[in-house]
């Protein structure tokens, strides 16, 4: 947590458009009280847990979840799923 802490420290300074934690909530919540940090007045909002919603809790699906994310806010897309569109 303390590189956390850190790291949140420096991000609120540079030109991020927003940033994102892993983990639970509460482990956010615990991250911004050791920086002594109030979420609703940071620079940089904080996207907790980072990633969209794919499911699964191996490394390997949190990775996949926020690529896809980053990719959809890079291309401007919202993320929304194609199969939700298609009455099946």
Same mark, same amino acid.
């Given at each position: 947590m303390k590189l956390d802490v850190q790291a949140l420290s420096? @991000?609120? *300074?540079?030109? +991020?458009?927003?940033?994102?934690?892993?983990?639970?909530?509460? =482990?956010?919540?615990?991250v911004l009280q050791a920086a002594? @940090?109030? *979420?609703?007045? +940071?620079?940089?909002?904080?996207?907790?847990p980072a990633?969209? =919603?794919?499911?699964?809790?191996?490394?390997?699906?949190?990775?996949?979840?926020?690529l896809a994310e980053a990719h959809a806010v890079l291309k401007g897309a919202n993320a929304q799923s194609i199969s939700a569109l298609v009455k099946l």
């Open positions: 420096l @991000l609120q *300074q540079s030109s +991020l458009k927003c940033w994102g934690l892993l983990r639970p909530t509460h =482990r956010t919540q615990r002594e @940090l109030d *979420q609703d007045r +940071l620079h940089i909002p904080v996207a907790n990633g969209l =919603r794919l499911g699964g809790a191996l490394p390997e699906f949190i990775a996949l979840s926020m």
